[in-house]
């Protein structure tokens, strides 16, 4: 028999409150009901959006930017829309919220949690959202800005704790136990360790493993593009690799180039140029050890596997494979990506692994990437989406319905 | 004789002799030769220098800073040798912490014989030709338990051949042993002796525990020797010049000598000059590069610090990008009687943190007390 107690285990709160408390007060909500897609919580996160965009300090990192996009009124009308259209089409249902809502958010990928808690805060449940030990500078803004709201808002204070703990069983465990729906977000690690913990047997489970993504370029719609067309797609290259140093599970690692090897090199130094130019025309300027990051990847890879390097880039990385079949698929992180190439964009589905996520694309017709998803989907991919947009956060992920994971589904049938 | 011109220039002259460009000229010519030796002998070495440096053109060039490179990392994670596994007579290991991979070093007779003929001209250089007492501010348990800290074992199994009737001045539990000590210096006598110790355990196990027990030795004309980098340190804001001030102030040591060295380039290690910097000798020297883009820095910008040997022969470890950040201070300076460039240590780089959808918790944690 344990003697420990949920009062004595300690998290440290960062929203509404900056303190330290027990499990116990922080799971300790009002139990108010709450109707999914209340124009109530539609308009708090609109809110949020705008607090989001107006604060000098957010606006400078990209990825928050997008998120307060994503958070903007526009968006959450479209998702509330979309919610109407689902009641319509399901005349027999009444949604209610899942209910309480245990989110684990992913390590470093700072403003993704954002997205998790606010489908489900839309959709009317009570949240609890652990954050990893060490924030950002922006995360830390941005709870702040989220605390000082809830100061204003009664609702948002009462209905959602953001904290954080050192990885402790105990804790997890009681709040697996308080949650009926339980999310993972943070690789195949912290889900194997996560998932031994018990769940009420009426609770439900989403987890999202540890992912691969990558791009797929053809090489005669690129080179027929042209020089403005290659920039636009290195400004987008740019955003799905560097936004989070590489790391969101939808930044790709892999180019993979479809057509005849002849014109590879005058492909490549177009691609990588084009990258430069982007680089330099953002003044990016990755983390301070990434060089060295990528060179420890690199020269361990090279040992064993053929292919060309160029150390001459600044702020990436790019490897040549001189054949597909010695890719393996490994992440490295903080602008490193290798190029291969197949013949036919169908032979990219030859190397669909479950834990491939998102193929960005350029230059395929919707009926081949359709084709393709098709064959690939069935080993894994699950989404295809335009170079430029890996990292816009969507409400179908990894190929799940969140909406749908943060609602119950009552039936209501008459005779 | 060595079969390279080079090499007996650079072993026929004393460690400090050469002006830097002529130094630079023979250490450049023997470092072709080490990339070509190390690209005719070594298989995953080969592969790099075809694979990321555009293969035998590399063997060509005309200045140091273009000489072909590997992270020093990479010896924890590959068997790079240049030898037959039978020829190998003693493998080093880096210290590491516990988990980590360590580096393995693979030495033969030529290489290992290379490396001590250098160390003993650059130790008698600081500490003159007659050997001398030594003190090691260590517990004499430490060499017999191999696996308690490989790095602090081989430290003091190397410096052993340069003193004689070696003393350990700390107990099992660390304590220092005061009485002993001062019968160790009584017996001894006139000759001062040489104290070695790694830079953290010389400040937390003799100069605090001196203080604690309001000790004051007069130990004038000792010579105290340490490495290991002042990272532990950091936390208690003790630098250099504390680190000397409080051990005259506490033992009467005046002449304190740190020294950089790394298991990966047994041999050319870097003595602190008079000025307290760091000293490259003829038989290395030091490149520093951008973090970001590698391009090699002119002296007083910092960035990471590239070492280059000319011993190894063993494995190809001639030409190693560190992790270190540094900077050179100058070369040259005839206020010191010393050829060559010196630098100064400002750090190691951190770690890349590149967590993402992965590692949420990282690694398990112990519960927080």
Known sequence: MSTTTDNDLLVRLLAPALNVQSVESALHMNELPAEPFSARRCRTLGQLSRIILQDAELRADAGTVALGYWLRRANIDRLTEAFRRRQEGEPDVVFVPAGRVFHVAPGNVDTMFVYSWALSYLCGNRNIVRLSGEQSQVLVRLLGLLSRQMQDDAELAEGNRFLTYEHNQSISAAFSRWATHRVLWGGDETVSLLRTLPLSPHASERAFGSKFSYSVISIRAYLEAGIDAASKLAAGFFNDVFWFDQMACSSPHLVMWVGSPEQMDTTLDRFHHALAKEIERRGYRGGSSNAIHRLNFVFDLACETDLTADLNQKEFLAVRLSDTAALRKEICGGGLFTHSRVDHLLDVAELGEERDQTITHFGFSRTELRELAQRAGARGLDRFVPIGEALSFEAIWDGYDLIGDFLRRVTVRVK | ?369
């Open chain 2, 1 to 369: 004789m060595t079969g390279s011109p080079a090499l007996d220039k650079l072993m026929a002259s004393s460690p400090y002799s050469l002006p830097q460009r002529e130094k630079r000229a023979v250490l450049t010519e023997r470092t072709r030769e080490l990339t070509r030796h190390h690209y005719e002998r070594c298989d995953l070495y080969r592969n790099l220098l075809d694979r990321i440096f555009g293969g035998p053109k590399a063997l060509q060039f005309d200045t140091l800073e273009d000489a072909p490179f590997f992270p020093v990392s990479l010896f924890k994670t590959r068997e790079l040798r240049s030898v037959d596994p039978a020829a190998v007579v003693k493998t080093l290991t880096s210290s590491g912490t516990t988990g980590q991979a360590v580096s393995r070093i693979h030495l033969d007779a030529g290489t290992a014989q290379l490396q001590s003929r250098t160390l003993v001209k650059i130790m008698q250089h600081f500490l003159g030709v007659q050997r001398r007492p030594m003190v090691f501010l260590d517990h004499p348990g430490v060499i017999r338990d191999r696996r308690s800290s490989s790095a602090r074992a081989a430290g003091i199994l190397g410096m052993l051949p340069f003193g004689r009737q070696p003393f350990y001045a700390l107990r099992d539990d660390m304590s220092l042993d005061v009485d002993g000590l001062l019968e160790y210096i009584r017996k001894v006598g006139e000759q001062s002796p040489i104290f070695f110790g790694f830079t953290y355990m010389v400040w937390q196990y003799f100069v605090e525990a001196l203080e604690k027990l309001n000790l004051q030795l007069s130990l004038a004309g000792a010579i105290l020797l340490h490495s290991g980098g002042w990272k532990k340190l950091e936390p208690l804001k003790v630098g250099q010049e504390e680190f000397r001030h409080r051990l005259i102030a506490v033992a009467g040591i005046e002449s304190v000598i740190n020294f950089y060295g790394m298991v990966e380039q047994v041999g050319s290690v870097y003595f602190e000059n008079p000025l307290h910097f760091l000293h490259a000798s003829i038989y290395s020297d030091i490149i520093v590069r951008d973090t970001n883009t590698l391009k090699p820095l002119p002296p007083g910008r910092q960035g990471l610090i590239q070492v280059i040997s000319a011993l190894p022969e063993s494995y190809p470890g001639h030409s190693l990008l560190t992790e270190d950040i540094g900077m050179v201070e100058g070369s040259d300076n005839p206020a010191i009687g010393m050829h060559g460039q010196y630098f100064r240590i400002l750090g190691r780089l951190a770690k890349a943190d590149l967590r993402g959808c992965s590692d949420t918790f990282q690694k398990p944690l112990p519960m927080p007390s």
